[in-house]
C-alpha cells in the first residue's frame, strides 16, 4: 500500500526517558478509513506511541506521517487534520454542551455563525440536543463522553485517536460510542484505538497491533490473531488443586477460584481427544470440559504473557 493510502505511517520510531526504552523501532501502517487497535499490557508503549504521532512528543528517531504530513517537520499541518480523545473527558464543568462546542469551533477557526451551524449539528449527532443547554457538571458519564467526542470532531479531523475512550463507562455508554467509531470509519475517518477492553478491538478493529515492550510483536485482523494462536480453546474444569498446578504452565487462560484451565486446540474432535488422553490420561483430573471460541484475551496472554 502506498504512503499515500495510509492515514498514518510510522517507520521505527524510537522513544527514551532516560535509560528506559519505551519505543523500540516502531512500525505502523494504517489504511485511510479504517479503524487499527493498539493493544499491550501496561508500560507498552500504548500512550507513548499516541503522543509522538499525535506531536505531543517528539520521537528520539524514526519518521512518521500522519494525515500525509511529516510528525517532526509539519507539525502544524498534522494538528490541523486530526484530533485527541483521552482517557477522560476533557469539559469545562462551568459551560453548556452547547457553549463548549461552538468555543470550540471558534477555536479551530470557524466563524461564529459556522460554529453555531456546526455545533448543533454534532449535538444532533450524539443525542444530545434536548440537554445542549445545561451545565456539563450535570451531565452523566455517558454524555460527557460524547460531548468530548463531538468536541474532537468539530474540525472534522481525517485522523481520530482514542485514547481507551470508553474506561468508566457502564456497557449502554460503551456500545453507543463503538456505533458512533463505525459511523465515523463509514465517513472516511482513520481511527486509532488504544483500550484495555479487547472485546472493544474485536468487535471495532479492522486491524490490531499488539504491544509489548515497545515493540509490535503481532499484528493482524482480529480473525488472524485468534487463529494464530489457535482457532479455539479448550476449558478444563479441573478435579483438584493439584491437577490445576500440574497443567497450568500448558494454558493460556486461568481461573484459579474455578479451577478452569484454558487450552489452545484446532477444534476437531481429533485434536480433542488427544488433548484430553495426554492431559489427563488416567481420567481423574479433568471433571468436565467446554470447547469455546479463542478470544483476543487469548492472543493478548499469549503473545504478550502478561495479567489484564
Request: hydrophobic letters at 40%; proline letters at 4%.
Amino acid at each position: 500500500m502506498t504512503p499515500r493510502a495510509l492515514g498514518i505511517h510510522a517507520t521505527g520510531l524510537t522513544k527514551s526517558y532516560g535509560d528506559l526504552r519505551v519505543l523500540d523501532g516502531l512500525d505502523l501502517s494504517v489504511p485511510r478509513g479504517s479503524v487499527l487497535a493498539l493493544l499491550g499490557p501496561n508500560g507498552a508503549g500504548k500512550t507513548t506511541t499516541v503522543r509522538v504521532l499525535t506531536t505531543l512528543t517528539a520521537p528520539d528517531s524514526g519518521t512518521a506521517r500522519v494525515a500525509g504530513h511529516d510528525i517532526t517537520g509539519a507539525r502544524a499541518l498534522v494538528r490541523e487534520r486530526i484530533s485527541l480523545t483521552g482517557q477522560f473527558a476533557a469539559l469545562d464543568d462551568l459551560q453548556t454542551g452547547a457553549e463548549t462546542l461552538r468555543m470550540t469551533g471558534r477555536l479551530t477557526g470557524l466563524s461564529a455563525r459556522e460554529a453555531r451551524a456546526r455545533a448543533g449539528e454534532l449535538l444532533d449527532r450524539f443525542g444530545l440536543s434536548e440537554a445542549a443547554d445545561r451545565l456539563t457538571k450535570t451531565y452523566s458519564g455517558g454524555m460527557r463522553r460524547r460531548l468530548d467526542l463531538a468536541a474532537s470532531l468539530v474540525g472534522k479531523p481525517a485522523v481520530l485517536f482514542l485514547d481507551e475512550p470508553t474506561t468508566g463507562l457502564d456497557p449502554r455508554s460503551r456500545a453507543e460510542l463503538w456505533d458512533l467509531v463505525r459511523e465515523l470509519r463509514a465517513d472516511g475517518t482513520t481511527v486509532l484505538l488504544t483500550t484495555q477492553y479487547l472485546e472493544e478491538a474485536d468487535r471495532l478493529a479492522d486491524r490490531v497491533t499488539v504491544l509489548d515492550s515497545g515493540r509490535v510483536t503481532a499484528e493482524g485482523t482480529p480473525a488472524e490473531l485468534k487463529a494464530r494462536v489457535a482457532g479455539h480453546r479448550l476449558d478444563l474444569t479441573l478435579t483438584s488443586r493439584d491437577a490445576y498446578e500440574a497443567l497450568t504452565a500448558r494454558a493460556v487462560h486461568h481461573d484459579p477460584g474455578a479451577l478452569t484451565l484454558g487450552l489452545p486446540t484446532d477444534g476437531t474432535a481429533a485434536h480433542v481427544r488427544a488433548l484430553l488422553d495426554e492431559l489427563d490420561p488416567d481420567r481423574t483430573g479433568v471433571e468436565r470440559f467446554t470447547l469455546r471460541t479463542a478470544t483476543l484475551d487469548d492472543v493478548f496472554l499469549a503473545l504478550t504473557g502478561a495479567p489484564r
